[in-house]
C-alpha cells in the first residue's frame, strides 16, 4: 500500500498544480472490477480532495465493458454535452505503476438510493428530479458517438440481440425458472423498431446519481456503456428495484413518468413513447432477474465466498414478481405459514435460528464497523429466508407442484415438471397464452417472494391487482 501511495503521489505532483504531499488515499467502494478512492492532498492553496477510479488491484477489466480509460473519455465527453461530471484531471499511463485508473475532482453529494429518497436536506430538489434525469439523459443521448470517438470505443447492442445473450446466460446456469424465460418470449414478441444506436449509459439509476440541493451533481459509473437504442436507460430508471420501496413514483422512487418524458422532450424535441420506455422497464427486471442469479454462480465457484452473494442471487424473485406484475398481472393468493420441522421441542428450529438471527443483527452488527457490520445485517436476513423457507417452502412447493400437473397433465416430479415447462416456453410449444399459464406463474412468483423478500413493494403490487 505504501508503495502504491508514493506512485500515486509521484503523478499527483506532474498533474496537479501547486501539489505539495498526498495526506491520504481511503478505498470507499469496490466490486469485482472497480475500485473509488478517497485521496486528500495538500496544495500550495490549502487542502484539496480528490477522487481516483481503478481497475480492481490495478488490473484491466477485459472485453466487459469501455474499460477504466473508456470510462475516463466517457466522463470528459459527457461534461462536454452539459451533463454534470467531475472534471477527469488525468488518466494514469504505463510507466506510473498504478494499473489502469484516472483521476478526477471530488464532488459532494448524496450515492444512496435510499437516502436519496429520505434525506430532509433533499426534499425541496426531489419533486423536479425526475425532469431533470429527462434532460440528463436526452444529453448523454444526443451525444454524436461518431465525431467523439465512442463508436471505437463501445460494443454496438441491437435490442433482440441483448435479449437473446441475457436469456442465454440465464440458461446456462441449469436453473429451471419458467417466469424468466415467459418474459423472455413475451420480450421477443414486443420488441420495438431499431433505430440508429446512441449512447447509452446502461445503468443510470437511482444509486448511480449523484444528488445534493440543487439536483443531480454527478452521474456515475459508466462502466457498463454501449451504443444502442438509448430508451434502455428511460426504461432502467424506471425498473422497481431501483424504487427502493417506493413503488408509486415509477422515477427511482422520486417522480413521474411525465416528469421524466418532459424533462427529456425539453432537450431533444421528441416525445418517448410511454410503451417504449415500459419494454425496457421489463427489460430491466428480466435483466437484473437473470443477473442476479449469476452471485450464486460466483459463490458456488468459490469466486467469491462472501455471505452476501447468495443473499443477492435470492432477489431474483422480486425482479420475476415486477416482470409478473408489468405483463400478467391478475389475482394472487399466498400459502398458509405451517410450524416448521423439529427434531426437538427445547429448542425448535425455528428457536435456534431466532436466536442466530437476533445476535447477528443485533449484538455482532453493533461490535463491528463498515462493511463487516452491514454483511452481519445480511447474513441475518439470510437466516430470516431459510426460516421462512421451512415454515412457507412445503405448501409453497405443493401447490407449484399440483399446478404443474394440471398445466402439463402429468404426474411427474416437480423438478421435472418445472424443466418441462421452461422448455416449452424455450422452444414455443408452449403458447404465453396457454390456459392455466399466467396464474401458474403469478402465484408461484408471488409466494416464492413470501419466502425471500416478504416486504419487498412488488409483492403488494400483486396483491393489490387481484
Known sequence: MRDLENRLADSLARVVPGFEKLLSARRLSGGASQQTHRVEIETRDGPRTLAVRRS??????????????????????????????????????????????FVMEWLEGETVGSRILRSPELAEVRP???????????RIHGIDPTATGLTDRLKTVPTEAYVRDVWERYRAFGTAMPMLDYTARWLLDHLPAEAAPRLVHNDFRNGNLMVAPEGVVAVLDWELAHLGDPVRDLGWICTNSWRFGRHELPVGGFGRLEDLL????????????????????????????????????????????????????????????????LVIPGPVSLVEVEAAPSSVDMPRVDELLTSVRDFLREDARDALDGRNAFLALVASNSVDIVHRELTLGPAHLRGEHERLRRL??????????????????????????????????????????AIDQPKYSGLAAALAAG
Open 56 to 101: 480492481a488491484e490495478g488490473v484491466g477489466v477485459g472485453d466487459e465493458g469501455p474499460g477504466i480509460e473508456g470510462e475516463a473519455a466517457l466522463f470528459r465527453v459527457a461534461r462536454a454535452a452539459g451533463v454534470p461530471e467531475p472534471e477527469v484531471l488525468h488518466v494514469f499511463t504505463p510507466d506510473e505503476q498504478l494499473g489502469e485508473g
Open 128 to 138: 423536479r428530479l425526475a425532469f431533470q434525469c429527462g434532460e440528463i439523459l436526452a
Open 262 to 325: 418532459d424533462g427529456y422532450e425539453s432537450v431533444a424535441g421528441i416525445r418517448v413513447d410511454p410503451e417504449h420506455v415500459r419494454f425496457w422497464e421489463v427489460f430491466g427486471s428480466f435483466w437484473w432477474g437473470a443477473s442476479s442469479l449469476a452471485m450464486a454462480a460466483f459463490w458456488r465457484a468459490g469466486a467469491d465466498r462472501t455471505v452476501e452473494r447468495p443473499a443477492i442471487a435470492r432477489r431474483s424473485s422480486e425482479c420475476q414478481v415486477d416482470c409478473v406484475n
Open 408 to 449: 402439463l397433465s402429468s404426474d411427474e416430479g416437480l423438478e421435472t415438471l418445472r424443466t418441462r415447462l421452461c422448455e416449452g416456453l424455450r422452444d414455443g410449444s408452449i403458447a404465453l397464452d396457454h390456459p392455466g399459464l399466467a396464474e401458474h406463474l403469478r402465484t408461484t412468483a408471488a409466494n416464492q417472494l
